[in-house]
Each structure stands twice: as C-alpha cells, then as structure tokens.
C-alpha cells in the first residue's frame, strides 16, 4: 500500500548519506539529520572550541548558524522536491536534486548562542513550481531560539 | 598631524589579531585581512576541500559563503565602529566593539562558488547612531561575482 | 494596582491615533489597528480596486503587502518600546517613538494576494536594547497565509 | 538586421502600458517608466502628501519605498524574461509575462525619504533559467540614495 507522503527507506538512506557524508563541509560540522518528513526537518550540531565566534562569550559563530539554518532549509526543500514527483524513486530523485540550490537566504540573529549542541528546524512555506521558501529555527539545547531564518531554493 | 579618517597602527594591528586569530571560526578558515579603511574592507579566504558543498561540482559551502560575507560586514561595521570615535584610542574603542553584533543577514548566491581563492569586500551603507548597515561582495581569484550579501550590525 | 505589560487606555488612544490617522499613508490605506498587546498586534485593511497589482488575477499589489507588513511591524515595536519604559507615560513615550524607524524589511510572498479583506499579525522577536525585531503574517479574510515578512526596527 | 539585446518598440510600448496603465496600483502612484534597457531600468515617482509616513520629517512611507523598489525589480526581471526569448515578439513575451511573480523582497531603509520626486533603479544580477535576482535603488531628485532593495522573481 502506498502512501504519496512517505519516503521510502531507501530513499531516505540515500538523504542521510548525501547530506551526512558527500557533502564535505557538512561532514566536516558533524551534521546529522533527526528527521525527514513531508511537514519539517531537524538536523542536529554538536559545539567544538573551533567554531567560537566570540572569545569572550564563547558562543557559536554567526557563520555556523547560518550554515545550519542554510542546510535545514535545503534538506526541506529536498524532502519538498522528492514527494512532490510522480513516481516516488530514487531514480526520479536525481534531476531535482541536481538542479537543488540555495537562491537567498535571511537569518535573523536573536540571541547570543550559547550551547553544547544545537538543533535547526526547517519547513517549506512556499510551495512553488520551480521555487521552494523555507523558514528555519536554531535552538540550543535548552530549547532556547537562537536565530530564525528563511531560505529560497530553486528545486524544480 | 592626525587624519580622523586613518586607523592607527596599533589599532590595526589589533583589529588583525582579533579578528584573524582570536575569533576560533575565522582562525579555522584561516580568514586574512587585507584592508580595512574608511570605505571598505577586504578579506581573503583560501579554499579547502572540506570547504565543498556539492561534491560533483566542487564549489564552495553555502555556509562558508555566508560566513566570510558576515565576517565582512562585521569588519566593515568595527571600522565604522571606531572612526566615528571622539578619540581614536585602543581604549575608547573596547565598548563598541564589546556591543558589535550581526542584527541579521541576507546572502543572495549569484553563481555556482568555484575557485580557489575568495575575496570578500564590505562597505557601509547606512552608518546610524546605533546600527550599521553594510554591503558585501564575494569574488573568487579570476573577479567572478559569487555571491552578495546585506548586513545590520549593532555598533553603539 | 500596575500591571507592566499593559498599555494605559490613554497611550492605546494616542497610538491608535498616530497610526491610524497621523501617518498620511496608513490614513490613505484605511489600516485599523485591531490589538496592541506585549505579545502582539493586529491590523485590518479593506482591499479598494485601485490597490490591485494584477489586472488579472485581481491580487493585491506587492507593494501593499509590504506597506502593511512594514506597519504591524512597526505598531509591534512601537509596543515593545513602551512596555520596556520605567515609566509608563505617554510623556516617557515621546523619545523612542520620535526615534523609531524601520531598518530592513524582508517579504516572502507565499501565495496570490486574493481576498476583500486582510489581517497583518507582528510580533517582536528579538527584544533589544536598540533594535526589535519582528515577524509579521498577512492573512486574507478566510484565513489564508499570504504573505510573511521580518523587519528589524530601531527602539531606542 | 536584428539585435538580440534591444525592445522593438512595440513591445517597449505594450510594457509602458502595462506596467503604468494596467497594474492599477502603479498607475494610482502614477509610476513613469523612463528607461527599458538590458543593463538596467528606471523609473520615476512625484511626491504627494498623502504617500507621507512621517507626519514631523514629512517624508516618504516606508511602504512607497519597498513599492517602488518592487515595481523596479518587476520591470528589470520582465526586460531579462524578454530579451532571453528566441523570438523577440510581443507572443513569445506572454507565457513569461504571465508567470511573472515577486518571490521575497529584501528594503534596506538608509536615510530619511526626504524628496519631491523619487527615482527607482533596477538591475539583474543573477539571471537564471527560472528566477532572476535583481538589486534596486531609490534615490531623491537630489540623487541622495534613500534605500536599496534585493529582489528574486519567479522568470520562467
């Protein structure tokens, strides 16, 4: 029995390892995705002293959090890209995904961001024909909201 | 005979440490300034493997993008920060910098980051009691435009 | 007995006046303030023929949408810039009011602007000590999420 | 002999009346468009009471500004959506014309919108095969810059 809003396993899978492992500066922030599903993502992000963006505070750097919120946006837009197609196969995936980038991105920073580790939120606002808007969230571990942004991605 | 449009030396050399080593992520990036003056700023940016996005193409980390574009406008921002000082001093200018904080970020990704070296500029468009807005340019090494970005920093 | 988070009927006069009727534009736009509270404010607007912005589609203009986002923004600012008063006068009101202003101002349109009537939401997210800043949601008269926006305003 | 980068004048005309004429809120502001061209566009806007948001500074609403703004982007964003046509015919320009559309709007207010007339500049700055992103700029009959804009708009 199918259900047009799920991701099959495999497909999945295959998000985890590209996002996770073939994007290098992905795999080098240690990024791993919570969850994948048609109305949101999560990803979450373990603090390191080399990505301190003030000495002083020691909070995270305004360069990460945009990188996170960059790729909750994108990994939504992906999720977005995938379950909109006919045929849900990893085959079909490939063109969107291939033509998937980042057109603009927003962030607005709200609080100084400490923390030991960080969870970004991401979920499509606009669902377009060859454009997706997302609207993100960072929080730390507390649960405190860190920096929101919103993203445009080309995914069609 | 003083110019109040010039950085002293001291103050340069300070502004260097802080932001090239002192700042964990722009040491990690190995971010070196190039300039800093009244109307702008210059930073350069060697790439790295790790520093990849997409890993058919090899262009650089939207992320990084938006990092060295808001390392950019910050450093535009403490210039700002300090020429518009009463005295041109170290001292006096340890409370607008202790203050300087990116309000929000918007990075506009123009074409596809490959290169092996980036250059990011900052200049100051809107030069406010408490907030500075700046404009920032990333090219890589042959002047391609890679990407833009606007900025809103506290200063006061 | 005092309650800080509330406004004085005095204060929510004077600011349904201002905003209402001394803004030349607002007036111009019909925009009715429907709440004023800490945790945020709505205002109406009636769509006119001449605020179209498609002849075909007969959607409401961009630049209405922004107008009027622009404005909850601002109203949800002008709240916050009160409530964080020691005094709450109309009189302790005149200084951040005199200096408020919008900074930056981002509109994401989600969906075509049909409707008769719309209903702009602000809320202020980053509390600061110089800048506020808001998001703010445009909903036509069945509910619908036309547009949402972010803007950063000075307070202080 | 044809050149690819020029409007026949029959489709400068129709786009002068639909963007002056038919779009019933630019013809309300009373928007003159004085140049159409592939390097960028302008248009020019007269000062009237009623387009005050400060009733003290009498100066421009924040809500004209982003219209202009808007309006400017839109005009840029149709000139590359035409010139990239393999026909340049009034035809061909409706399946692009038609899907025409603001995705997010990025204002940076600079200085106070002092003026009696206003001119609103607009360029393409990344020109791709679905959206276009265009940088904006107000400036007053004195040629002081009141605000900048950034624009993405669904091209195709």
Avoid: C
Avoid at 19 to 25: A, G, N, S
Avoid at 46 to 64: A, C, F, R, S, T
């Amino acid at each position: 029995m199918s259900n047009s809003n799920q991701i099959p396993p495999e497909v999945l899978e295959w998000m985890h390892r590209m996002f996770e492992e073939h994007i290098p500066f992905n795999k080098e922030l240690g990024i791993k995705i919570e969850r994948m599903e048609q109305d949101g993502v999560a990803l979450r992000f373990q603090m390191k002293d080399k990505y301190v963006g003030n000495p002083i505070k020691q909070i995270l750097h305004g360069g990460i959090t945009s990188s996170l919120l960059d790729v909750a946006g994108g990994v939504a837009a992906a999720v977005y890209a995938f379950l909109r197609l006919d045929e849900h196969t990893l085959e079909a995936l490939m063109q969107p995904i291939g033509r998937l980038g980042t057109i603009d991105l927003r962030v607005d920073f709200l609080r100084p961001g400490f923390g030991t580790e960080f969870i970004a939120f991401g979920t499509v606002m606009r669902a377009g024909r060859t454009v997706a808007v997302t609207r993100m969230e960072l929080h730390n571990e507390e649960g405190l909201l860190i920096a929101v942004g919103t993203g445009a991605y080309v995914v069609g």
